[in-house]
């Protein structure tokens, strides 16, 4: 029998082998205003040490306080912070949260320290005198401070501590890659021509890599850098006559010369056959070449290399736009500025203006050519996705990607503001389809971009 001036504690108790960072306490008060996080990082109420439980995200797992009930008992839930290898409650995975009940076996993954959730019965004093409860407070301070100012080895050197945490969740690939560009660029001063292609294949490269991250589904990366270079082969090809032909002669595309004067509506409709309509179709080749050389591998090669779903048709047409711009820009647009000005203001005004040219050619492919390409992408997958409605999904997609590129094309000789305009329509057009297609994809749930492998 407990009476009124009873109070139950409530606790968990460290039972596994291994020892906490912090000291030889294995036992933590739960506090009914204070909710308790589990992890490795230093601002847990409960450190455990990053070299003992390396299977232990840096914020694992809390266990929170609820309100009173009717015995006059605060209850208790435990929460997952969606850590990497997941919490285990009794043995089974725990999804969401949970209430605790005495005895409760808490597991931070499958093989990690185990915690037991435990209640015990303390008598309540009556009453307790202002020094009585001075001592008891200065006491609890003293022990949370020498808790708070332990340092373990792995804090002093925490690099030994974060293995395979560096490539997944620091980015440390791009910062190799990184590293490595830029010994390119020194080492290539002097040489202007390979100083251009190191320069726009890094800007190209982290542009890329931006859309990458935003889609969040994993593609192999050789299977990427082969839409680029089959983009590029193809440009370089007699096909790209046979292109030509057909929509800038045979159709209206016939794109107007400098000193040609022609109204607004007459240089669109040249646009959309002379550069929407060619260009997105040609991108799209190595794109849907990848999803027929996918449909006949066996299965896992058959989803990693084909189209099978939207967000595969935005990576792989992305990537096939980045090798449509870095040709185009190094083959054409930066050598004929860098020869006009070097004619009329020397070799070094020649070479600043083609960088000058390189950099917002290359960096707004993400509103360019990659908004298109990218574009487009979603509605290939999306008619692989839905194969019924296939040839009428990729009208859509090829109509409205080709007027948004002859829509470019044409406000870019009449006023900037229009040009911004348009570049954020098509940025938002790209947006729109990777949000949409996250949302579609069968494989949402091994998502990168919406599955958080680290709590905050």
Known sequence: MTGKNARHN???????????????????????????????DPSCQVVLDAMMYRMVSRRHAVVRPLSLSPDSRFSWVICDLN?????????????????????????????????????????????????????IASAKNQQRQSQHDSVSFTQLFP??????DLTRKAYLVPGILTVIFVVLMFGTVGN?????????????????????????????????????????????????????????VVLPGNLPSSQESITFTELLVRMFFGAGLMEEFLKALPVLGAYFIGNSLPSPWRERIGVWEPLDGILLGTASAVGFTLLETLGQYVPVITQNVTQQSGVGAGQLVGLQLLIPRILGSVAGHMAYSGYLGYFIGLAVLKPLMGWQILAVGYLSASALHALWNATGSINALLLVIVGVLSYAFLMAAILKARVLSPTRSQNFATRFLEPK
């Open 83 to 135: 850590s990497a290898n997941g919490t285990f409650l009794n043995g089974q995975l725990l999804q969401g949260s949970q209430e605790l009940h005495q005895g409760d076996r808490i597991s931070l993954g499958a093989d990690g320290p185990l915690f037991i959730f435990e209640y015990e019965f303390v008598p309540q004093p009556t009453v307790m005198t202002i020094n009585q409860g001075t001592v």
């Open 192 to 248: 202007p021509q390979a100083n251009q292609v190191i320069v726009g294949s890094y800007i190209a490269s982290a542009a890329y890599y931006f859309v990458y991250q935003l889609c969040g589904k994993q593609k192999p990366w050789w299977i990427l850098i082969a839409m680029a270079l089959s983009t590029m082969l193809i440009l370089l090809s007699p096909l790209l006559d046979f292109f030509i032909f057909v929509f800038r």
């Open 10 to 40: 409530a606790f968990l108790r460290l039972v596994s082998s291994k020892v906490v960072a912090s000291g030889s306490e294995s036992r933590y008060s739960l506090l009914p205003n204070q909710e308790m996080v589990i992890g490795r």
């Open 159 to 164: 690099i030994i501590s974060t293995g395979k």
